[in-house]
């Protein structure tokens, strides 16, 4: 079963909006992690924001803001003024428990377009 | 954080041919390195866990005999595509976390990618 689920394919925002990507997952540990990741067109992974199953605050960094209802296992990434440089993939992905050896998977991506 | 080189960037071959594919952790001694495939336009796919000193863990329906990795140090890991054929052309790329550290979030640290065309 797919475990991280990203619905939206690809969006159109304009430039300067703010724009949330959805993500859903699902798991039956407790102890878990959500990431999210930028892929430009190089092909690099950049790694944006992560969310502790037990983190009580949404996590933020810069314009980055990861929305986190956990009884939805919902982990939506907001990008606020976006800027044309935010066009790239973008992926959700989700570590189960905390050690070294495990493993981090990733959704289907959402291709992310921002228009002058 | 980690510094994640991986080499070469590109490479062509022609089928039939093995191709190796090195990860090196630069200032970090990683004893878990993560090879994930990638096809364009869709998602990594982890392909395998690299574990020093052991056998690499893979992931369901992903070839071992084809996929050749080693850990041979905390450094490098390699994965050889042997006897590679067009339908193994893709983006691989590795990994590396330094999870159990104090603090961190255990996010991953990725190489550059290899991007492998088979002919």
């Known amino acids: 079963a797919q475990k991280i689920t990203q619905t939206q394919p690809g969006m159109f925002v304009q430039e300067k909006e703010a724009v949330t990507l959805d993500c859903t997952y699902d798991t039956s540990d407790q102890s878990y992690g959500l990431f999210w990741y930028k892929q430009p067109s190089s092909g690099e992974m950049i790694f944006l924001i992560y969310?502790?199953?037990?983190?009580?605050q949404n996590a933020t960094e810069g314009r980055y803001s990861l929305n986190f209802q956990k009884a939805r296992k919902s982990a939506n990434l907001v990008i606020s003024a976006s800027q044309l440089g935010d066009s790239a993939m973008y992926f959700c992905?989700?570590?189960?428990?905390?050690?070294?050896?495990?493993?981090?998977?990733f959704g289907s991506g959402t291709r992310l377009s921002i228009r002058p | 954080g980690a510094v994640v080189s991986q080499h070469p960037s590109r490479v062509i071959c022609k089928s039939g041919t093995s191709v190796k594919i090195e990860c090196r952790s630069l200032?970090?001694?990683?004893?878990?390195m993560f090879w994930y495939r990638q096809f364009p336009k869709q998602s990594l796919m982890l392909m395998a866990t690299s574990n020093e000193g052991s056998k690499a863990t893979y992931e369901q329906g992903v070839e071992k005999d084809k996929f050749l990795i080693n850990h041979a140090s905390l450094t490098l890991s390699t994965l050889t595509v042997t006897s590679a054929h067009p339908e193994d052309s893709s983006f691989y790329i590795c990994?590396?976390?330094?999870?159990?550290?104090?603090?961190?979030?255990?996010?991953?640290?990725f190489g550059e990618g290899s991007r492998l065309t088979v002919l």
């Open positions: 969310q502790g199953s037990y983190d009580e």
């Open positions: 990994s590396v976390t330094t999870i159990g550290e104090a603090g961190v979030t255990g996010e991953l640290f």
């Open positions: 200032d970090f001694q990683a004893t878990t």
């Open positions: 992905a989700m570590r189960e428990g905390y050690s070294s050896a495990s493993k981090i998977i």
